[in-house]
């Protein structure tokens, strides 16, 4: 099965800064890689995905990249905010007939970022 | 408030006994998916539901069980419980899987 290996487990930068995230998947069918920002005591929260025919997206301080060949994506925070500390994970998964299999989550990146 | 309602927020039982963790989905999601999350093993896939059957099985126990109704909800059945039962719990519903949606979990806690 599908098994998705992120890193680094914790992280911290000073604001302003930019934070990277890397995942990377096994299984090659995987074509939906989305990121979720969990605060605590939250339940996770959406906050951007991609699909396997493209290979960058943004959405403000936020972007992702996808390298399907090496079979990795990241995630890329720019200008980072003391707001943008949370747990941050990344997740595959693989679309069948007409709807997405179930999503496998990384383990999991704390980010902190320092005033 | 992300439209998935999970009840209750916070549970706490004894070992042995058993719980029914309830999730009711956003409007007009199909699916409901169920995740244990333990502090070192992130967000594990239980279990999916769609429409009322069951699509998916991950790294559930025989001793859980659960089930979608015919409005929607779903309703995750833990027995025989364990000390190492004890996590946050969540909910997530999707509409084809586009985008889940996050409950803001059960934490269940087994003394």
């Known amino acids: 099965g599908e098994n998705v290996e992120q890193h680094p487990s914790t992280l911290s930068v000073q604001e302003g800064d930019s934070a990277v995230i890397k995942c990377t998947y096994s299984?090659?069918?995987?074509?939906?890689f989305p990121w979720y920002k969990q605060e605590l005591g939250k339940g996770p929260q959406l906050i951007i995905d991609i699909r396997s025919n493209v290979g960058e997206k943004k959405d403000q301080r936020i972007a992702v990249t996808l390298n399907k060949t090496a079979k990795h994506f990241s995630l890329h925070i720019t200008e980072t905010q003391p707001e943008d500390s949370a747990v941050y994970f990344c997740a595959a998964s693989t679309r069948y007939g007409g709807s997405q299999g179930n999503l496998i989550f990384g383990k999991g990146t704390k980010l902190s970022v320092k005033p | 408030d992300s439209g998935v309602t999970q009840t209750p927020k916070h549970l706490i039982t004894a070992t042995g006994q058993r719980v029914t963790l309830r999730c009711s989905p956003r409007s007009g999601d199909l699916s409901v998916y169920w995740y244990q999350q333990s502090l070192d093993q992130g967000l594990q896939f239980l279990i999916q539901?769609?429409?009322?059957?069951?699509?998916a099985k991950g790294n559930i126990l025989e001793r859980f069980s659960a089930q979608q109704f015919p409005d929607l909800h779903s309703e995750l059945n833990l027995s025989s419980l364990e000390l190492g039962d004890s996590a946050l719990y969540f909910c997530?519903?999707?509409?084809?899987?586009?985008?889940?949606?996050f409950g803001s979990g059960t934490r269940l806690t087994v003394v």
């Open positions: 997530a519903s999707s509409f084809r899987g586009n985008g889940y949606t």
């Open positions: 299984d090659s069918a995987s074509n939906y």
């Open positions: 539901y769609y429409n009322g059957e069951e699509r």
